[in-house]
T-cell receptor, first 115, second 115 residues
């Protein structure tokens, strides 16, 4: 298995522009998670999906952030408009959650820089 | 609510010396516990996990961790550190027995290995 695949690896954009981050989870996993990592705040859970349905989006910072999972093999995280404080590494992770935890498999992340 | 504390932000260990990284958790019942490692520019990789049974669990790369219920701890150990072990280490806790739940991560401990 190729693991969790994220694209792009790096993104530099100007303030006010729309940014779309993409994630392909591991085939057969039924849950997908978006995390943001910064030096100040560490790893923050933004949103997670189970069977393509958003279960908890309480970590999404504000309305500028949105996430979709149109099918079991693809998810996007969109920021519109982007701001410099959105600069961070964004990770996607997937897992198979049934009666308990089996751990997450993380992608390599997207490093976002908003100038 | 569950929480994880990693009291050491940085630790420096000489190559060949033993290592112990501390992790304390807060959770009402027996949790699921994990250790992840993050190398620079990479995503998080699962080192080991504890669900139940033997409180000493073995992981990849020669790491082990011991669950101590009385101390609410899940410390990570390695008998002899290699320079390639330099990375950031994250402890995580998840509630047991639930399919719809997420992991809570600690702030991480950065391991530096001196020659």
């Amino acid at each position: 298995d190729a693991g969790v695949i994220q694209s792009p690896r790096h993104e530099v954009t100007e303030m006010g522009q729309e940014v779309t981050l993409r994630c392909k989870p591991i085939s057969g996993h039924n849950s997908l998670f978006w995390y943001r990592q910064t030096m100040m705040r560490g790893l923050e859970l933004l949103i997670y999906f189970n069977n393509n349905v958003p279960i908890d989006d309480s970590g999404m910072p504000e309305d500028r952030f949105s996430a979709k999972m149109p099918n079991a093999s693809f998810s996007t995280l969109k920021i519109q408009p982007s701001e410099p404080r959105d600069s961070a590494v964004y990770f996607c992770a997937s897992s198979f959650l049934s009666r308990g935890h089996y751990g997450y498999t993380f992608g390599s992340g997207t490093r976002l820089t908003v100038v | 609510a569950q929480s994880v504390t990693q009291p050491d932000i940085h630790i420096t260990v000489s190559e060949g010396a033993s290592l112990e990284l501390r992790c304390n958790y807060s959770y009402g019942a027996t949790p699921y516990l994990f250790w992840y490692v993050q190398s620079p520019g990479q995503g998080l990789q699962l080192l080991l996990k504890y669900f139940s049974g033997d409180t000493l669990v073995q992981g990849i790369k020669g790491f082990e961790a011991e669950f101590k219920r009385s101390q609410s701890s899940f410390n990570l150990r390695k008998p002899s550190v290699h320079w390639s072990d330099a990375a950031e280490y994250f402890c995580a806790v998840g509630p047991s027995g639930s399919g719809y739940s997420t992991l809570t991560f600690g702030k991480g401990t950065m391991l530096l290995v001196s020659p």
